[in-house]
């Protein structure tokens, strides 16, 4: 059986500092999925003063993290980007991961483009990532269009897929 791998991006304490749309139902999915999960790893942002140290740093109390769990932290939108997540996800032998996780317009975007383009077959729990109300759009409308772009990325022969928390749980059951 394939590794069930779940990707947490930058679900942070300081990051919720700005509403986010649907946080509790967000959190709830998440869990049900590093739940499943057979290696969970979570991404943290360190930027300013959120950094290690500092409760804005700290994961969400709400957040499940089990025993064993890895973390990485960036300090860019790109998970990847001078981060030790390719190497990490070499030496557990993964080639393919769930994403979930905040901001939806900002890292988790931009670690799906890069890792898809890098090879890695992406599933995004399409209802477990999230973001903030912007200037010119509402956070469920990013979400929304958002979801639409990943499933139709013109990456030939690796367009990540874009699935419910219960479609991800029913694979892997």
């Known amino acids: ?53 500092d409760p804005s740093f700290d994961l969400l109390p709400e957040l499940v993290q089990p025993a064993g769990a890895h973390y990485v932290t960036k300090t860019a939108c790109d998970s990847f980007w001078q981060t030790e997540l390719a ?18 317009d900002y890292c988790l975007d931009t670690t799906i483009k890069t890792g898809a383009s890098a090879g890695y077959a992406i599933t995004v729990a399409a209802d477990a990532h999230t973001t903030a109300d912007r200037r010119w759009v509402g956070a469920e409308a990013l979400i929304n269009q958002h979801n639409e772009v990943w499933a139709s990325l013109l990456i030939p022969g690796n367009v990540p897929r874009v699935l419910s928390t219960d479609a991800v749980l029913a694979e892997w059951s």
């Open 87 to 104: 190497a990490l996800l070499k030496r557990l032998e993964v080639e393919a991961f769930v994403v979930c996780g905040c901001a939806t």
């Open 1 to 53: 059986m394939a590794q069930r791998v779940v990707i947490v991006i930058d679900m942070q304490n300081g990051v919720f500092s700005t509403p986010r749309f649907d946080k509790a139902g967000r959190i709830a999915r998440i869990n049900r999925l590093t739940d499943r999960a057979d290696i969970i790893i979570f991404i943290q942002h360190r930027e300013g003063t959120m950094c290690e140290g």
